[in-house]
């Protein structure tokens, strides 16, 4: 059974810095895709930034782009999210998401981690 789980968020001041984690278990890392998403109160749930299981391709939602980065390390079965200059607009629940594809999509979620930049 895939199992996700969030970890790294809290209350950090504007332009500060936070690292999410997200580990897997139940799974064979390499086999999925990962992404983080984020939702806000009052708003829909947004894709912030994915890699893909093969190369490790990044992409990145435009409001982040070039202040967060996504990684993974397969030895460890993490993925991570360095979110830098962090804004009061970025506060919200952060998602762990893990998808594979066999005849159709699978989405596996972690519980979430709540993030908060506020002074």
């Known amino acids: 059974q895939v199992q996700l789980g969030e970890s790294g968020g809290g209350l950090v001041q504007p332009g500060g810095s936070l690292r999410l984690s997200c580990a897997a278990s139940?799974?064979?890392?390499?086999?999925?895709?990962m992404s983080w998403y984020r939702q806000a109160p009052g708003k829909e749930r947004e894709l912030v930034a994915a890699i893909t299981r093969v190369r490790g391709i990044t992409n990145y939602a435009g409001s982040v782009q070039g202040r967060f980065t996504i990684s993974r390390d397969s030895a460890k079965n993490t993925m991570y999210l360095q979110m830098n200059n962090l804004k009061p607009e970025d506060t919200a629940v952060y998602y762990c998401?893990?998808?594979?594809?066999?005849?159709?999509?699978?989405?596996?979620w972690g519980q979430g981690t709540q993030v908060t930049v506020s002074s």
């Open positions: 998401n893990a998808r594979s594809y066999s005849n159709q999509w699978y989405h596996y």
């Open positions: 139940g799974v064979t890392f390499n086999w999925y895709d």
